[in-house]
C-alpha cells in the first residue's frame, strides 16, 4: 500500500475545463514533488515544495498551477489544457528537503487524458 | 542531454538466477543514487539507494554497486522472483547543495523491462 494518496485516479477532460489533482501523505514528510510521466518514458519533475512553499518549478507553463495548503496536502490546478498534457502525473513526499540522501516516495498517480 | 542512462531496453532472466541491471550517468555532481521498480498503473516504489561515499549497499535479495570512477551504477537481485517482473528506473540527485535550486530533484533514466521467467 502506497503511503501517498492520489485522486483522482483518472481523469478526462476537455481543453476549456478546470479541474484539479490532489495528493495528500500522513509521513510527516516536509518536501512534496509534482511529477509528469509520458508512455515508455521516465518520470520528469514539475515542481516541488519545501516547508509549503515552492522551491523549485522546472519552467512549467502557467496552465499547470501548484498549491500546498498544509504540509500534508498537494494540489496541481488545472486550466486549458492541450492534448500534449496528457500523461501520468505522479506525487511524491520526501522527509526533510533540507537534509540529503533521502528517498522520494511516490502515489500511483492520475492518468489524465484531454480531449 | 542525458544526465543518467540505463543502455539496456529489456532484460529477461530465469526465476531463480541473478538478474543486473545497470545504469550510467554523466554529472559529476551527483552524489546519491536510487533504483526504483515500477508495475503498471502504480507509481514507482522504491527499492534501495546508495550516496557517493559507499560502493555497495545491501538489502535483503538487492544489492546496489557503485563505481564512482566509472559514473556506473547496478543492481543486482539475487535469487530474482516471477513478482520482480517489471520496469526498473535508477535515478540521481545532487545533494551536495542543501536548499539550493537542484536540491532534492531527481534524475530518471530511461528505464528497463525486467521479465523474470518461471
Known amino acids: 500500500d502506497t503511503e501517498v494518496t492520489q485522486t483522482p485516479k483518472h481523469l478526462v477532460m476537455g481543453m476549456t475545463n478546470k479541474k484539479s489533482l490532489k495528493c495528500e501523505q500522513h509521513m510527516g514528510h516536509r518536501a512534496m514533488y509534482w511529477y509528469k510521466q509520458k508512455a515508455k518514458k521516465p518520470p520528469e519533475l514539475m515542481f516541488v515544495?519545501?516547508?509549503?512553499?515552492?522551491?523549485i518549478n522546472e519552467s512549467v507553463p502557467s496552465r499547470f498551477s501548484p498549491e500546498c495548503p498544509n504540509s500534508s496536502l498537494l494540489n496541481l490546478h488545472l486550466h486549458a489544457l492541450q492534448p500534449e498534457d496528457s500523461a501520468l502525473y505522479l506525487c511524491?513526499?520526501?522527509?526533510?528537503?533540507?537534509?540529503?540522501?533521502?528517498?522520494?516516495?511516490f502515489g500511483d498517480g492520475t492518468r489524465l487524458s484531454i480531449l | 542531454d542525458q544526465q543518467v542512462k540505463q543502455n539496456s531496453p529489456s532484460l529477461s532472466v530465469q526465476e531463480g538466477r541473478i538478474s543486473i541491471l545497470n545504469c550510467d550517468y554523466t554529472n559529476s555532481m551527483f552524489d546519491y543514487f536510487l533504483w526504483y521498480k515500477k508495475y503498471p498503473a502504480e507509481g514507482p516504489t522504491f527499492l534501495i539507494s546508495i550516496s557517493s561515499i559507499k560502493d555497495k549497499n545491501e538489502d535483503g535479495r538487492f544489492t546496489v554497486f557503485l563505481n564512482k570512477s566509472a559514473k556506473h551504477l547496478s543492481l543486482h537481485i539475487v535469487p530474482s522472483q516471477p513478482g520482480d517482473s517489471a520496469v526498473y528506473f535508477c535515478a540521481a540527485s545532487d545533494d551536495s547543495n542543501a536548499g539550493g535550486t537542484s536540491y532534492g530533484k531527481l534524475t530518471f533514466g530511461q528505464g528497463t523491462i525486467l521479465t523474470v521467467h518461471p
Open positions: 511524491a513526499s520526501s522527509q526533510d528537503p533540507y537534509r540529503g540522501n533521502q528517498p522520494q516516495h
Open positions: 515544495y519545501s516547508y509549503e512553499k515552492l522551491s
